[in-house]
């Protein structure tokens, strides 16, 4: 399955910014990483499907700011980033697999977001 990330950019620090990450097939499990500046790769967000019913988890440096959302009907999942900070700024990776956990087997090309004043 591949995996196609947008959204990412400029934006101000307490601003707020949308991620997409379209699947050309059907994933169990997606989620967003991403890797700052000088720093190793980190797990954000996850949102894993069972039935109807999405379950999601956070890291916690970026729960009550960051939503996961997953719109089955197009295979498309989605990263709404508010009250960005600086610390924020990294390249953003979208991952899914069909084992029920991350990382999966695929990922997305990075997507720049950088918040800065």
């Known amino acids: 399955v591949q995996l196609q990330a947008s959204g990412g950019g400029l934006v101000q620090p307490g601003g707020s910014l949308r991620l997409s990450c379209k699947a050309s097939?059907?994933?169990?499990?997606m989620g967003w990483y991403r890797q700052a500046p000088g720093k190793e790769r980190e797990w954000v967000a996850t949102?894993?499907?069972?039935?109807?019913?999405?379950?999601?988890n956070y890291q916690n440096s970026v729960k009550g700011r960051f939503t996961i959302s997953k719109d089955s009907t197009k295979n498309t999942v989605y990263l709404d980033m508010n009250s960005l900070k600086t610390e924020d700024t990294a390249v953003y990776y979208c991952?899914?697999?069909?084992?029920?956990?991350?990382?999966?087997?695929?990922w997305g090309q990075g997507t720049l977001v950088t918040v800065s004043s």
């Open positions: 949102i894993r499907s069972s039935g109807h019913v999405g379950f999601t």
């Open positions: 991952n899914g697999g069909t084992m029920g956990k991350l990382p999966g087997d695929s």
């Open positions: 097939g059907t994933l169990n499990v």
